[in-house]
């Protein structure tokens, strides 16, 4: 039989013609091959070593007499050999016609995106890697060898599962240039084969290109989600996008699709963190959305990895060669490759103008502003970053030296800081849109943004940085975090004076938060005033705190009308923070009636709270029934009290089935622990925390401890205790901490309440300031303790027993000010 190669798109493809054997088609085939190689100067070592693939499928795809290689290879070498994507197509065409498949290659020219082959992986965000000297000769960006880690197994299970017909997604959680987005591309190369397409969203916003866009996604299309956060932490469209998505994925007739995403790990855990329950919940759907679709990239190779990542080197991999000069002891491989390094040593050796102006841009990324930081704003804030002698040594062009010397590229790649363009904001109510920035904007590159993160948590910025923000930052959301911050931080003339501008601009929020500062602050008069006009814009957290003033001045009559306006609203989030406020009261009927209307909407938390209500009146029938729609919703912990409804109903043949379905999950697990050991059902609780422990959650030795303590076993849990602190558990070492101040050494005592500031604990120097202060020895100790945790924003506690007025930026006292004062 004769076999035909077929090209079905359009002009543009001819592989010579018929083949009449699939001899003919192999030779020609390898003959491509061998001038491709030719041309780009490689040996087919090298070759290997850039394609991941070994030595000997490499040698076996250019020699003669041997099988035809896989698609797969054959679409990785014309990728390393610099092939175009119709030369790429042809080798393919040629790989099928020598391998006696005769069906032709169709490749559809519908859909969103365009087909896997055509993309350059650099277009996809991927990091472009090594320096010149690498790169040297190849005329392309071309990308180091390929390490696949556990995480890669999982991928390609996934991608094995789609090319059966099933829909899958998966968000690879990491740290910045760990290699998620590459690992991701390694992971699609076998659907390239196959013809499938890859979209990326991105134009107008990636944002609005997705919503815009998700419901025309075919069959056999890869959606690429690279830094998910822009899409599923967008303030209006994330929850929507969610939906989309979960439409996407669910629905038979969409499918095969494969959705691939990013995140950074502070990213996910705001996303899958579980809110109070009277506080809002911003990413319910987001976070049904992630449960059991992400997948942790670690921050460094393994022993294996780098074992691996040296025999690319060996077999001729000169990046790798390269890396691992630097990076084996530490086994950060990814990020050197990345230039992370290089960025780190551009900002420790630069000029203090240089240091300036990076620190500063840190500092607003890391407390809430925007990619896009506007160079007016960059310069004036950086001036009190400089000592007064490196201010006195300025000349009149230092700013545009700087930047000109911030704007040169790390291994020829990234800048540490460069300028970049805005894109308007689109809206049809011009009178909303926030006054645009004017001048040059400039971003931080990704790495020293995180670096900032770590290294500058615990400190303030200086006077110049705020004065700055509040002189030439516009965006309503950028002036409301950066107020935020001030706050928790104590800088509250600041946070005053940004929440005024953020007000100005038209956030309801900044009204929200004007009011609350303003009520603390014993001037009911003003707060009122700023809960009305918060309530006129439509914040409904604001009606619920005029109810509640109204009703702790004894009129019940205003009150109760606020209380209606806030029902007749039936805004979800408000109707649960009112359903909590009589639930405390002992107003359970209508408490219940409250959760009910805003359970109506889907929220999660409002679902949970009916199921609650009704498990507590003892109709586990209705209770059960909507643990099963909150858990369908996406609250993480309605699965785990569904198990315990249904055991109480004695169904014990699901409660088994959801038992591993939750067991599975780290916070379902760490939940249903929890509940046991509030049930004294001790036994399996100690079971349930040894299991997380055992797969790595430190956080469970700390209740481990507790429940060997209470069973009398003191050394087991001192044991236990220690684990848990040396692995750097926030609450272990805080508790080490008080420990240590109360055996009279407070020295060893700040370091480990410092250690757990550090790892996260939210009020350890703030405690340990606290108790220092009423034994009355130290007093200026407690006063510098307490300091230390205003600048890293630790606490929202109160520090007015030391500074009524707050802190200056600068940490020392400010004097009491006027709230019609102006910067």
Not at 633 to 659: C, F, I, P, R, Y
Not at 729 to 740: G, I, Q, S, Y
């Amino acid at each position: 039989m004769m076999n035909t190669v077929e090209h079905t798109q359009g002009p543009g493809v001819d592989v010579g013609g018929v083949f009449d054997e699939p001899e003919a088609a192999l030779a020609e085939l390898r003959k491509r091959l061998d001038d491709a190689l030719a041309d780009a100067g490689l040996t087919k070592k090298q070759l290997a070593a850039r394609t991941g693939r070994s030595r000997t499928t490499v040698q076996e795809a250019f020699q003669d007499g041997g099988r035809a290689p896989s698609a797969a290879t054959v679409a990785a070498l014309a990728g390393q050999l610099g092939l175009s994507a119709e030369q790429k197509r042809e080798l393919l065409q040629l790989r099928r016609a020598a391998a006696h498949e005769t069906d032709p290659v169709r490749v559809r020219d519908e859909g969103l995106g365009k087909p896997i082959e055509q993309w350059d992986p650099h277009d996809l965000e991927v990091h472009p890697a090594g320096n010149p000297t690498t790169a040297a000769g190849t005329g392309a960006r071309a990308l180091p060898g390929y390490v696949r880690r556990a995480h890669d197994r999982t991928l390609s299970d996934a991608v094995a599962e789609v090319a059966e017909g099933r829909s899958r997604m998966l968000v690879l959680v990491g740290s910045s240039s760990t290699g998620k987005t590459r690992a991701c591309w390694e992971a699609v190369q076998p659907l390239a084969a196959k013809g499938w397409r890859l979209w990326h969203p991105y134009d107008p916003t990636r944002a609005e290109a997705a919503l815009a866009d998700l419901n025309r996604v075919a069959p056999c299309t890869v959606v690429w989600l690279n830094e998910a956060q822009h899409y599923l932490g967008h303030l209006e469209d994330g929850e929507r996008i969610a939906a989309a998505l979960h439409t996407l994925l669910t629905s038979a007739d969409r499918g095969p699709v494969l959705v691939l995403g990013t995140l950074w790990p502070e990213y996910a855990e705001s996303y899958t963190l579980l809110p109070g329950p009277s506080k809002p919940d911003p990413h319910s759907r987001v976070r049904e959305l992630l449960t059991g679709r992400t997948l942790t990239v670690p921050d460094a190779f393994d022993e294996e990895a780098l074992k691996a990542a040296s025999a690319l080197a060996r077999d001729g991999d000169r990046f790798m060669e390269d890396v691992l000069t630097r990076a084996h002891a530490r086994g950060r491989v990814t990020q050197d490759l990345a230039g992370a390094p290089e960025l780190v040593r551009r900002y420790e050796h630069g000029t203090p103008p240089v240091k300036a102006l990076l620190q500063a841009a840190m500092d607003a990324r890391r407390l809430g502003v925007g990619l896009h930081l506007p160079q007016a704003f960059l310069i004036n804030a950086a001036i009190d970053y400089l000592t007064d002698d490196d201010y006195d040594q300025l000349n009149e062009d230092w700013a545009e030296a700087a930047f000109a010397a911030l704007a040169r590229p790390v291994h020829g790649k990234q800048a540490p800081l460069r300028r970049t363009a805005t894109r308007p904001p689109r809206s049809s109510a011009l009178e909303t849109m926030p006054v645009p920035v004017t001048g040059p904007v400039f971003r931080l590159a990704d790495y020293l943004e995180q670096h900032g993160r770590t290294t500058r948590q615990t400190l303030c910025p200086p006077a110049s940085f705020w004065h700055a923000a509040h002189t030439h930052l516009t965006a309503p959301g950028d002036l409301h975090n950066l107020a935020t911050a001030a706050y928790y931080r104590q800088r509250l003339q600041w946070a005053h004076h940004l929440w005024s501008k953020a007000a100005g601009a038209g956030a309801p929020d900044a009204l929200v938060s004007l009011a609350r500062m303003r009520e603390l602050a014993g001037d009911l008069e003003s707060a009122n005033a700023f809960y009305c006009e918060a309530a006129d814009a439509g914040h409904p957290d604001a009606l619920l705190s005029l109810a509640q003033m109204r009703e702790e001045a004894g009129d019940l009559e205003s009150a109760e009308a606020f209380y209606q306006q806030i029902v007749d609203a039936g805004a979800p989030d408000a109707l649960v923070s009112l359903a909590w406020r009589w639930e405390l009261a002992g107003r359970l009927k209508s408490a219940e009636a409250l959760y009910r209307q805003a359970a109506n909407s889907g929220q999660p938390s409002a679902l949970f709270n009916v199921a609650r209500l009704r498990e507590l009146a003892g109709d586990l029938e209705s209770a059960e029934a909507f643990y099963r729609q909150a858990a369908d919703a996406g609250h993480s912990n309605a699965l785990t009290k569904l198990m315990l409804v249904l055991e109480q109903a004695g169904d014990l043949e699901e409660v088994v089935a959801l038992h591993s379905q939750v067991a599975g999950d780290p916070i379902r697990r760490l939940y249903l622990a929890l509940m046991r050991e509030h049930a004294c059902d001790w036994q399996s609780a100690e079971s349930l925390y040894q299991q997380a422990a055992d797969a790595g959650d430190t956080g469970a030795l700390i209740p481990l401890a507790r429940l060997r303590k209470q069973a009398g076993d003191s050394e087991g849990a001192e044991i236990l205790h220690r684990q848990a602190a040396d692995a750097g558990e926030p609450d272990a070492l805080f508790e080490r901490a008080l420990r240590l101040e109360q055996a009279g050494d407070p020295e060893g005592a700040e370091a480990l309440a410092r250690q757990a500031a550090d790892a996260g604990h939210p009020y350890a120097l703030y405690s340990l300031a606290r108790m220092r202060q009423e034994a009355g020895e130290d007093p200026e100790g407690a006063e510098a303790l307490a300091r230390q945790a205003a600048d890293a924003g630790e606490t929202l506690l109160t520090f007015e027993r030391w500074w009524p007025y707050g802190l200056d930026p600068d940490g020392s006292p400010t004097s009491p000010w006027p709230t019609d004062s102006t910067p």
